[in-house]
């Protein structure tokens, strides 16, 4: 008499989860080969994926997708030590029917990850060492000082007209607003009434903090771009005129490797510099450059692209040749796309780049 087992057993079948994250609970769905098997909520713990995989679906190989967002990598970092198939994807990335574009809910999002995962459909991002990810942090939140530093410059530009009060004629002339003794003016500004002086002095605090944590956060980018995993690369694309000490740690960290690049024509997609393109038929229309890319490479490569063709003798000409049939704004994409090769070559070959004399 044959003996009936009750035990469960998945050995080598592939089982999909495809969950939407949220700061509070995940909405998951999890689908075999051939079915669906269920969509629920839970709190956000990889753990907790974990057992449940392993108690309903034991011996199976488990895979799963997320987008990227505001959480991270660490839940795809603990995924991954759990012994899970993970990746994170794009969320422009996943195939996506209109009416689940119009009829947007989390269930939803969760079925059609899992579903996309399941028919070999997403195509995951590279994640980053979590030291680059610490890395690019430092970076980053000094660009974010500087901007919050030019925001609370316009506000003091802004209360100081709006309250009638004019530059004295040595700082309009010497152009030196910020200068210390610029801000010992300010400070020195008494208002009528204790409650605008007390307004004023507060937008200066607050700049004066802020002058404070970008010096110090610059001085430590410094040091990181001597250490033993930057110094030779920085060196390298500090030979291309146009790229400083900041902008090659910006490259260094968003980048972190050009391998995951199989050419260039890659390298300029991931970062936004290319057209966008509309045919149908016989009819072809090659317009802007994509909106999709990398927002911080595309913008620090463009300004440093500014600052290139006063340098480069060979960029100079092109873009006086580019401007004689463009506008020069379009002009400069063209001149970002020849300093991206620049600083694909110096990484590539690490060599230094030598700038060409223009005959």
């Known amino acids: 008499m044959q003996n009936q087992s009750n035990k469960l057993d998945f050995t080598g079948q592939n089982i999909y989860v495809g969950f939407d994250v949220h700061l509070k609970s995940w909405k998951v769905t999890i689908m075999t080969e051939k079915l669906t098997h269920k969509t629920f909520s839970q709190s956000p713990q990889p753990k907790l994926l974990h057992q449940?995989?392993?108690?309903n679906f034991p011996g199976g190989v488990y895979h799963s997708a997320y987008e990227a967002g505001f959480c991270g990598y660490w839940i795809h970092n603990s995924l991954k030590s759990l012994g899970i198939n993970s990746i994170v994807v794009n969320p422009a990335d996943i195939p996506t029917t209109d009416k689940e574009k119009v009829q947007k809910e989390d269930a939803r999002?969760?079925?059609?990850?899992?579903k996309a995962l399941r028919?070999?459909?997403?195509?995951?991002?590279?994640v980053p060492s979590l030291k680059t990810l610490e890395d690019r942090s430092l970076v980053r939140m000094r660009?974010?000082?500087v901007q919050d530093l030019a925001r609370n410059?316009?506000?003091?530009k802004s209360f100081l007209y709006f309250h009638g009060l004019e530059l004295p004629e040595a700082f309009i002339k010497n152009d030196g607003r910020w200068s210390n003794r610029y801000i010992q003016w300010i400070e020195s500004l008494n208002m009528p009434e204790q409650s605008g002086t007390y307004s004023l002095q507060a937008i200066v605090t607050a700049s004066k903090n802020l002058?404070?944590?970008?010096?110090?956060?610059?001085k430590q980018i410094n040091e990181l771009s001597k250490t033993e995993s930057y110094l030779d690369n920085v060196i390298l694309l500090r030979s291309i005129p146009g790229i400083g000490l900041l902008t090659s740690m910006v490259l260094l960290t968003e980048l972190e490797t050009l391998n995951r690049f199989v050419s260039f024509n890659k390298l300029c997609s991931f970062i936004g510099l290319?057209?966008?393109?509309?045919?149908?038929g016989e009819n072809a229309v090659v317009g802007e450059i994509t909106r999709r890319g990398h927002s911080v490479l595309r913008s620090t490569i463009i300004e440093s692209s500014w600052v290139a063709v006063r340098h480069d003798p060979a960029l100079i000409k092109s873009y006086h040749d580019y401007c004689k049939r463009m506008e020069p704004n379009k002009a400069i994409v063209r001149i970002a796309r020849k300093l991206l090769s620049r600083i694909r070559y110096v990484l590539k070959t690490q060599k230094q780049y030598v700038t060409c004399v223009v005959k």
């Open 143 to 145: 660009a974010t000082l």
């Open 153 to 156: 410059k316009n506000r003091i």
């Open 52 to 55: 449940y995989l392993e108690k």
């Open 274 to 280: 290319i057209p966008s393109t509309h045919s149908s």
């Open 109 to 114: 999002d969760s079925r059609k990850i899992a």
């Open 119 to 126: 028919n070999g459909d997403l195509i995951p991002i590279h």
């Open 211 to 218: 002058r404070v944590s970008v010096l110090q956060i610059t």
